[in-house]
């Protein structure tokens, strides 16, 4: 009897396990519907139900409409669920609202398509700043922001800041700040990224609103986050470190960087970036008196002065020519194009002084009052051939040439035009 | 004996059909074998943190493992067979493929110190950037390789999100547009690079690789679209010319297939693209002269010489001016035209008013004064109630028709 019982029980279990399977395998998914024309893809997306479950094929773990969903927040779970690592489940979403999004856009755009060659004629697409305020631009404007608020309802605002290229800013400050102890390191750059992401959510949070106003509220905020990001800088770091930090992030500091052909030691660098940040500092100093033009001048080019002769003397008279050789405009001018054909700066130098000498005879035969028009044209016209003659001979023909298309406006200037 | 046989037969088929239902509403794991030629994702894939929905507890099946796969071609194949549309496969795996190159670009950073000297920094910049070069074409071609088109992620931000974008390359489907801007990026890297190596002082050697770098693009180009795609594409970039060489159509009829005609002229005389990869090289006043004329000259062929007439008119500030007050106040197009060839025919009969030295002062300021009362009167006639408006704008040269000319120095009179 007990046995009869078991088999009657068994017998049942089994059709009910084949009507769940033959049930499971017919349950197909229902097709995503696009948005209606005239309803807001945000809304679309955020208020449709999931679809329907679906079992996946054979032998394998889901079919993506199980995942799927009109609705990005269980979109977002579902591939959560599934294991999906962050970074993938966001580029998925993304690459879902920008294909939404996209259709939404050509939508708008499609009529304009034909309007193209008529637009170029109107130059309708030169004025891009004017785009925005036009019936399209606005359109697209409103869009553009509907789309930034759905990834951030979806993403949250970190996604913003990953399209802002956190990644990429993090590297950059670790270079910056590798000087620093490891740990301080760290701290400092947490402070900073904290901060970016303060800026990049009220910038957002402005990108919102009509024409992106800013309110006094606006501006007050952004002073106290600065603040409190000084604050935390001048607490974690040791005043040693506080001052290093200011110098290399002085203004003065990247001199170096711009000066080709000097080569400053660390001991030249530190002395001449104090001396640079005092010589700017004294320029313009904080709540110094107001100077009329004439005062202000005078007193930059004692500034200037006492600038050249300290340096004169923190360097000595070899490396503070080279300093300036290397400030020379022109001199850089003539050994880009000697650096280009791998020459050496000998040569460069010797092109600057034609160049030099070629401008200081041609000087003093412009201001020459007693010279008749016709000698000065003609003395003019020998200076450049001179000139032209003896850089071709130190530069080789082909040097020349391309001297010329890049640094040979003076010599055509030597001769006034007629 | 043979009811308790039935009955383990029966027991076994339950068993089975447990086993299947479960397998099916859960997915069975299936063991992924990288086919030979495999490509391989990044470590990264495998080594992402998966996350749980609920308490941060990992689920303890993770369906996304058995379809993530190091081999770029397995994991492609698993997104299609579990249903993942195309368009979301490619954008999956392209992105996959920018993080993975970026982390990569991220190792082995060069450290600057403040004291280091341009030439160092110059000579360590190019070196790093030679590196993500051979880093990004390495990507691009992994690109490729998998989806057979160049895509990449960025071009598709820029086509999303960029307006002019949309509307210049707009007449091409989405795929092919991003195909596109992605090739052009692609050549524009290419062509800055060379100009980075050579410090931008361009000598011959240069230029012929950069040509080379262009016909390539070119060619590639013309491959990835049908020739009349092509054609428009070269016209679109091709307009770039107007602007760049400031030439209106201001008050000119001319139909949509005559502008696109006068671009394609154009191209002989300044190929905007070609700029694109190899700068035009510095050109005198004499040459740049030289060559609008011909264009010019083309331009009345096309046009005929009436509409040419209409065309040089464009090209006068002074009528674009009023052109655009007529078309502010909503007046004819003849209100324009008739307002500005009063005001040109007003200054030249000013200046040689001015210039006419048989009148005295006397008669100068009476003549002058009546030409600007002539002139007044003509264009009040021409714009009716706009008249105001203009005086307070654009009109403002009416007040300085009777202005006697300014004494030239040393014949000042007291």
Known sequence: MKTGLFIGFSLVLNVALAAAIILSAKNRPVPARPPAAGTSVADTIRQSPAPVDDSPLPGLPFHWSQIASENLKIYRDHLRAIGCPEPTAREIIRAVINERFGAQRRNLLAPLEDRYWDMVMREELVRRQAIPQSEWGRELTALAAERQRLIVDVLGSDALAAEAGQPTRRAALELRYAWLPQEKRDRLIDLEEKYQQQLVGWAANLGLRPYGASTDEDGNRLQEWQKEFDESEKQLLAPEELAELHLRESDAADWAGSLPGFDPSEDEWRAMTKLRSELDEGQSPPGGPELTEEERMARQSELQANFDRTLKEILGPDRFAQYELANNGQFQEVRNITQRYGLPDSVAMAAFEIQETALASARQVAENPDLSPETRLATLTSIQQEAERTLSGTLNAEVFSTYKEYSGDWLKDLVPAQ | ?414
């Open chain 2, 1 to 414: 004996m043979k009811l308790p046989r039935f009955l383990a037969v029966s027991l076994m088929c339950n068993l089975a059909l447990a086993a299947i239902f479960v397998a099916l509403r859960q997915g069975g794991p299936t063991k992924m074998e990288a086919p030979p030629s495999a490509i391989f994702a990044p470590a990264t894939l495998e080594m992402a943190p998966s996350l749980s929905v609920t308490n941060g507890i990992p689920a303890p099946v993770v369906p996304w493992r058995q379809i993530a796969s190091a081999d770029y071609r397995q994991y492609i194949a698993n997104l299609r067979a579990v249903g993942c549309p195309d368009w979301l496969v490619r954008d999956i795996i392209v992105a996959d493929i920018d993080d993975f190159y970026q982390q990569k670009a991220r190792t082995d950073p060069v450290y600057v110190a403040p004291w280091q000297g341009a030439d160092e920094r110059r000579k360590e910049s190019r070196n790093r950037s030679k590196k993500l070069n051979t880093l990004r074409q390495e990507k691009r071609a992994l690109v490729k390789s998998l989806l057979g088109y160049e895509w990449d992620n960025h071009a598709n931000e820029v086509w999303h999100q960029d307006f002019l974008t949309t509307l210049t390359f707009g007449f091409l489907t989405d795929d092919r547009a991003v195909q596109v801007l992605s090739l052009q990026e692609q050549y524009a890297e290419a062509g800055q690079n060379i100009r980075e190596d050579a410090n931008f002082i361009l000598i011959n050697e240069d230029r012929t690789r950069l040509q080379a770098l262009y016909e390539e693009l070119f060619a590639e180009t013309s491959r990835l679209l049908d020739p009349s795609e092509f054609d428009e594409l070269q016209l679109r970039a091709q307009q770039g010319f107007l602007i760049a060489n400031d030439i209106h159509f201001d008050g000119v009829t001319m139909s949509r297939e005559e502008l696109r005609e006068l671009v394609r002229i154009s191209r002989s005389f300044q190929d905007m693209d070609r700029n694109e990869i190899i700068p035009f090289p510095p050109t005198s006043a004499t040459e740049q002269e030289r060559w609008r004329t011909a264009f010019d000259a083309q331009v009345k062929t096309l046009l005929g010489p009436k509409r040419f007439a209409d065309y040089q008119r464009a090209q006068d500030f002074n009528f674009r001016e009023i052109f655009a007050f007529g078309r502010q106040n909503n007046l004819p197009q003849t209100a324009a035209i008739r307002v500005y060839e009063g005001r040109r025919n007003a200054e030249e009969q000013a200046d040689e008013i001015q210039k006419d030295g048989n009148l005295s002062p006397e008669e100068r300021a009476a003549a002058l004064v009546v030409l600007k009362a002539t002139t007044l009167n003509a264009i009040a006639s021409a714009l009716g109630r706009s008249y105001d408006n203009y005086q307070a704008g654009p009109g403002q040269w009416l007040g300085a028709l009777a202005r006697p000319a300014e004494p030239q120095a040393g014949n000042e009179t007291q």
